[in-house]
C-alpha cells in the first residue's frame, strides 16, 4: 500500500513466484542434498575400487554444477526480482530484520560456489582424500545455507514471540524451524537420488546402470521415510488455526493436499517401473516422470505451506495483500483511499466509482488474483454476482474462513469495489427494473349481515411461504405447505361459536389439488387443514404467488358460509444474487444453474457431496440434515440458524435490505410479500424481528447452549452491533420463540415505540399470533389477518386480495369488529368488548 503496484492481468494471481519459486526451491534443495549424494557416492566407488562409478560421479557433478549453480543461481535472483514487485513491504521486512542472516547465507553460498567449483575442475587431479575433503566442505556450506534460509522461511509461517518481541532471534528460532529443518534435509537427499535417476539412466553398460539406479532408489525411499515424522512434528508446531485449516480440509487448501498426496504415489510407481525395466525407452521416461513428480511434490508442499499462513504473508503481522494488521483499524476508519500513497482519487463520487474501485482493486485484490490469467482469476469467482451480491461478499470476506484477508475500508469503498468488479470487468448492467404485475381481479363484495346468520373468519398461519422452485435439485423442506384454521360463528345478540355438527371443506383455485376436509382441533378452537401442494401460478401457467383457498361450512349439505383467503407461495428467493444463474424461465425464482450453485458452495464449504447426490436422482432437501429444531442433530445447526447465520456475517449493516436479498418483501420484485399494515406505515423487518444479525444471534445463542462449536464459530462475527452482544441476547428456538404484539401494544394500546424490544419472546406454540386466542376463543388472525398480511393489506395483484373475510363480513378491510363493527357477530349494539380493550376502536390508520 505504500509502494507503486505493479498492476498484472494475465500473468496474475501469484503464477510468477509460484513457477519461479517452486522451480528454484527443487533445484535449491537438490543442491543441498545433491551435494552429500556426490561424496558418498564417490566414496563407495572408492571404496569398493569401481572406477566406473567414480566415473559417473565426475559426468553426474557436471551435471549437478550446471543445474544448482547457473540454473539455480538464476532462478534464485529471478525469485527476488518478483518479489520485491509483487510484495516491497514484506520483501523490506525480510530484508531490515535479518540483514545479518542474509549476510551469513551469502557467506555461505559463496562457498558453495567456491567448493564446487574445486570439486569439478580438481576431479582427478588431486588425491582421493583431498577431493572428498572439498566435497565435504561443499556439504557443510551447502547444508549452512539450507539452515539460514529455512530459518528465515519458517518465520513468515510461524513468526513466534518475534511479532512482541521484533527480536532477531525469536524470529529466526521460531516454533517450526527446527521441524522444517528436518524435513527440508529429508526432502533434499530424497531429491538427490530423484536427480541421480536421471543420469543414472543413460549409463550404457547395463550392470553399472542397475548399480547406481537401485543407488538412487535408496536415496530416495530412505529419506522420504525418515522425512514423515519431521513432517508430522512440522505439522505440530503450527498454530491451532492453521492445523485445523488444514484438518478441516479449507476449500482453499483442499487442492494442494490432494495435490500433495497424489504426487506420492506417483513418484514411487515411477520408481517401481525404472527398477523393473533395467534398459530401453521406458527406464528413460520412468526417470523424467519421476523427476516431474518430485517438482509436483516439492511444488504441493509449497502450496500447502504457503496456503496454510493465509491470509498472510507474514502470519500475524502482514496479510496477503501488504497491509500491516497493524492499519486495519485506521483502513477501516479514513478509507483505503485516503490511506494509500500511490492512488489518484481520494474522494468517490459517482462520477468516478469505477475509477476509485479500480484503485481499490489494485490495492486490495491483484497481488492474489488475476484477471482472465491461468491462476486464480478474479473472473469466474465472481461472475455469479450482482453488485448487491458482490458487496455482501466482500463484506463477509475473510470471516467465516480465514483464508483471504477481511475487506479494508469504508462502506462506500466496498461499494466501489463491488461496482468495478461487476460493471467494469463483467460488463454487467444495473439492477433490473422493478417487475410490472398484472393485476389478478377478484369478487370482495360484501354480504348483508341481516339475511346471512353466520360468519366463517378464516387465515392462514403463514403470511409468506418461500421454496426453491427447482424441487429437482434442492428444496428447503419437502413440499410448499401451508396451515389453514377457521372458526364458524351463529350470528346472535349473544354468538355461538359453532364447533360441531357442521363441516368445513377448502378447495384451493387454480386447479391446486384436490378438495379437502377440515377437522376441528381443541388446541386452536378451530377447524385446520394442512395444504401440502402449492405451486405460484394460476391455471393458465401465468405467476401468481397468492392463490386462493375457498372454505365452505355446511350443514347437512345446506351451505352457511363460504369465504377465501390467499395462500401465499413463491418461487422468488434471492439466490442468483450470490451465487449466480439467471430467473427460472417459468417465472421468477432460480434456475437449475442458479440451485446447482448453492450446492457447490454447499460443497466446497461444508465438504458435502450434494451435487453427486443430485446428478445420481436424489434431490436434497435441507431439513433432512438440519432439523427445524435440530434436536436430533446434535453437531448441526438447525436450519434457521444455519441460514440466518451464515448470511448475516455477509448482510451485515444492511437492516431490512439483508431480508430482502433472501425474501421476497421488496417492492420491486414479482411477489412483494410484505402487505400488511405495518408496511403501509413505514415499518420494516427490523422493527419486530431485530437486524438479521440479532436474529441469527439469538439462534444461534440456543444453539451454542445445546453444544453446537460451529455456532460460536459463527456468532463471534456478529458483534458488531451492541444488541448482538452474547450476554444481551437470548437463546431462541426458530418458529417458536417470536415477537409478540404485546411488546409494542403493551396492553392492547396503541403503542409507544416502532421498536419490538429483543429477548422478549413468545414462549410457546400456543402463545403465538397464529395461534393465540382472545378471552372469547377467537383466533387473533381469523380477527387481524395473517401474519405479515394484517388488515387493511395492500395486495400488489389486487389491492384487497388480502382483505376478503373482512370485506365479505363487514364491508371494510379494516379488522374485524374495529371502528364499532361489534355487528359483524352481535345482532345488538354492544356497550363493552370482551375480546381484547379497545378492540371496537377506531381503526387509526385508514386509508
Aim: hydrophobic share 40%.
Amino acid at each position: 500500500m505504500n509502494y507503486p503496484i505493479w498492476e498484472r492481468t494475465l500473468a496474475g494471481g501469484g503464477l510468477l513466484i509460484a513457477v519461479i519459486a517452486v522451480v528454484h526451491v527443487y533445484v535449491a534443495h537438490f543442491a543441498v542434498g545433491g551435494g552429500f549424494f556426490l561424496v558418498v557416492t564417490e566414496w563407495m566407488g572408492y571404496r569398493n575400487k569401481r572406477p566406473d562409478i567414480v566415473a559417473y560421479v565426475k559426468t553426474h557433478s557436471l551435471f549437478f554444477l550446471l543445474v544448482t549453480m547457473v540454473f539455480g543461481a538464476i532462478t534464485g535472483v529471478g525469485i527476488w526480482f518478483t518479489i520485491s514487485l509483487l510484495s516491497p513491504g514484506v520483501t523490506s521486512i525480510l530484508i531490515h530484520t535479518f540483514v545479518f542472516g542474509w549476510a551469513t547465507e551469502w557467506v555461505f553460498f559463496a562457498g558453495e560456489i567456491v567448493a564446487l567449483l574445486l570439486y569439478w575442475y580438481r576431479f582427478g587431479k588431486i588425491s582421493e582424500k583431498n577431493h572428498l575433503a572439498i566435497g565435504l566442505f561443499y556439504v557443510l556450506f551447502g547444508w549452512l545455507s539450507l539452515f539460514m534460509v529455512n530459518g528465515i522461511i519458517a518465520f513468515m509461517l510461524t513468526p513466534g514471540r518475534w511479532l512482541e518481541t521484533g527480536n532477531f532471534w525469536d524470529g529466526f528460532f521460531n516454533p517450526s524451524m527446527w521441524p522444517s529443518l528436518g524435513y527440508r534435509t529429508c526432502i533434499a537427499l530424497m531429491f538427490a537420488g530423484i536427480f541421480g535417476f536421471v543420469t543414472a539412466v543413460f549409463i550404457k553398460d547395463d550392470r553399472q546402470r542397475k548399480t547406481l539406479v537401485n543407488w538412487c532408489v535408496w536415496w530416495t525411499v530412505i529419506p522420504f521415510i525418515l522425512s514423515c515424522p519431521f513432517l508430522f512434528w512440522y505439522f505440530k508446531a503450527l498454530s491451532p488455526d492453521q492445523q485445523e485449516m488444514i484438518l478441516r480440509l479449507s476449500p482453499e487448501l483442499s487442492d494442494a493436499v490432494t495435490f500433495f498426496v497424489f504426487t506420492i504415489p506417483l513418484l514411487f510407481i515411477g520408481i517401481v517401473v525404472m527398477v523393473a525395466r533395467s534398459r530401453g525407452g521406458v527406464q528413460k521416461t520412468a526417470a523424467f516422470v519421476v523427476l516431474l513428480a518430485g517438482l509436483g511434490y516439492m511444488g504441493g508442499f509449497e502450496w500447502l505451506r504457503e496456503g496454510t499462513r493465509r491470509p498472510y504473508l507474514i502470519y500475524g503481522h502482514t496479510y496477503s495483500n501488504g497491509i500491516a494488521v497493524d492499519q486495519e483499524t485506521a483502513i477501516n476508519e479514513a478509507g483505503i483511499l485516503k490511506t494509500a500513497r500511490w492512488v489518484n482519487h481520494r474522494e468517490i463520487s459517482e462520477e468516478n466509482m469505477l475509477a476509485a474501485g479500480r484503485e481499490i482493486f489494485r490495492l486490495l485484490c491483484i497481488s492474489c488474483h488475476s484477471v482472465g490469467g491461468p491462476a486464480n482469476d478474479i473472473l469466474p469467482l465472481t461472475n455469479g454476482f450482482g453488485a448487491f451480491g458482490m458487496d455482501a461478499q466482500l463484506s463477509g470476506q475473510g470471516k467465516l474462513s480465514g483464508y483471504m484477508p477481511r475487506f479494508m475500508g469504508t462502506e462506500q469503498d466496498r461499494m466501489a469495489l463491488a461496482r468495478f468488479i461487476v460493471e467494469a470487468l463483467h460488463g454487467k448492467k444495473d439492477a433490473p427494473p422493478a417487475v410490472e404485475i398484472e393485476p389478478r381481479p377478484v369478487d370482495v363484495s360484501p354480504i348483508d349481515p341481516e339475511t346471512n346468520r353466520y360468519v366463517l373468519l378464516v387465515a392462514s398461519t403463514l403470511g409468506m411461504h418461500e421454496f426453491s422452485g427447482a424441487p429437482e435439485i434442492w428444496s428447503l423442506r419437502p413440499s410448499p405447505r401451508a396451515t389453514i384454521r377457521a372458526q364458524l360463528i351463529r350470528r346472535d345478540e349473544t354468538p355461538e361459536h359453532v364447533m360441531d355438527g357442521v363441516s368445513l371443506t377448502y378447495t384451493v383455485s387454480d386447479n391446486q389439488g384436490t378438495p379437502g376436509e377440515m377437522i376441528f382441533s381443541d388446541a386452536h378452537m378451530a377447524f385446520s387443514a394442512q395444504i401440502n401442494t402449492l405451486t405460484p401460478k394460476d391455471e393458465d401457467g401465468r405467476f401468481n404467488p397468492y392463490p386462493l383457498v375457498t372454505v365452505t361450512a355446511t350443514e347437512d349439505d345446506r351451505i352457511l358460509a363460504r369465504t377465501r383467503i390467499t395462500l401465499p407461495v413463491t418461487t422468488e428467493m434471492g439466490c442468483s444474487s450470490c451465487h449466480g444463474g439467471n430467473a427460472a424461465s417459468t417465472g421468477p425464482g432460480m434456475n437449475e444453474e442458479t440451485a446447482l450453485n448453492v450446492l457447490r458452495a454447499h460443497d466446497r464449504r461444508s465438504r458435502t457431496a450434494l451435487v453427486r447426490q443430485v446428478s445420481k436422482g436424489m434431490p436434497v432437501t435441507c431439513t433432512a440434515c438440519h432439523e427445524s429444531d435440530a434436536a436430533d442433530a446434535p453437531h448441526r445447526l438447525n436450519l434457521s440458524s444455519a441460514m440466518h447465520g451464515f448470511h448475516a456475517v455477509y448482510l451485515s449493516g444492511k437492516g431490512s435490505e439483508a431480508c430482502g436479498a433472501c425474501h421476497a418483501v421488496g417492492n420491486t420484485g414479482a411477489t412483494r410479500f410484505y402487505r400488511g399494515i405495518h408496511h403501509e406505515i413505514g415499518l420494516e423487518c427490523s422493527n419486530c424481528h431485530g437486524t438479521m444479525a440479532d436474529v441469527a444471534a439469538s439462534l444461534l445463542m440456543a444453539d451454542s447452549e445445546r453444544g453446537k462449536p460451529s455456532a460460536g464459530r459463527i456468532m463471534k462475527w456478529l458483534t458488531a452491533s451492541p444488541k448482538t452482544d452474547a450476554k444481551e441476547i437470548a437463546g431462541r428456538r426458530p418458529w417458536v420463540n417470536l415477537p409478540k404484539c404485546l411488546n409494542c401494544h403493551v396492553d392492547f394500546q396503541p403503542p409507544d415505540t416502532d421498536e419490538a424490544p429483543l429477548n422478549n419472546w413468545s414462549q410457546s406454540e400456543a402463545a403465538l399470533f397464529r395461534s393465540r386466542t382472545d378471552d372469547a376463543g377467537i383466533l387473533c388472525i381469523n380477527c387481524h389477518g395473517s401474519p405479515h398480511a394484517l388488515y387493511p393489506a395492500t395486495n400488489p395483484y389486487n389491492l384487497d386480495r388480502d382483505n376478503i373475510p373482512a370485506f365479505q363480513f363487514q364491508g371494510s378491510p379494516y379488522p374485524i369488529g374495529s371502528d364499532g363493527g361489534c355487528r359483524v357477530c352481535h345482532t345488538a349494539v354492544m356497550e363493552e368488548t370482551i375480546h381484547h380493550f379497545d378492540a371496537s376502536a377506531a381503526f387509526r390508520n385508514t386509508r
